[in-house]
């Protein structure tokens, strides 16, 4: 789920669902290739715990997109730049705490775009 779907504080759109689609890429990929992610970090740093609540998923996502490295998969290009430029996207997708979110934040254009530019990497 997104950040501000995580929060409960938002009229659900249609740029929380590209998000939650980063976060099953994410998912996907911590669990099925070599990645530049330290091994212990992975799922309970991005992902959570069973006993974390649903504010607790939110500030672990909301960190990773924030602070955290952007996730290398050695060996492949396309697929390394999806993430990185994915998550970039992501991070715009909350606003501040004080401040609202910038419109239009994601679109499934962006998404479209950096699929297709990862398509025509070598």
Known sequence: MSVEVLQGKMTHEARH??????WLLV???????????????????????????L?????????HLAYANPIEVPG???L???????????RKNFGAETAPVA?????????????DRALTMQ
Do not use: Q, W
């Open 55 to 63: 504010l607790d998923f939110a500030m672990r996502k909301r960190d």
């Open 27 to 53: 998912f996907i990929v911590l669990r099925h290739t070599v990645h530049s992610l330290p091994k212990p970090y992975t799922f309970s740093s991005i992902f959570g715990k069973a006993t974390d609540d």
């Open 80 to 90: 390394s730049y999806i993430l990185k430029e994915f998550r970039l996207l992501c």
């Open 103 to 115: 419109r239009p934040c994601m679109t499934h254009r962006d998404v479209l775009d950096i699929f």
């Open 17 to 22: 669902d590209l998000e939650s689609f980063y």
């Open 76 to 78: 492949n290009s396309g």
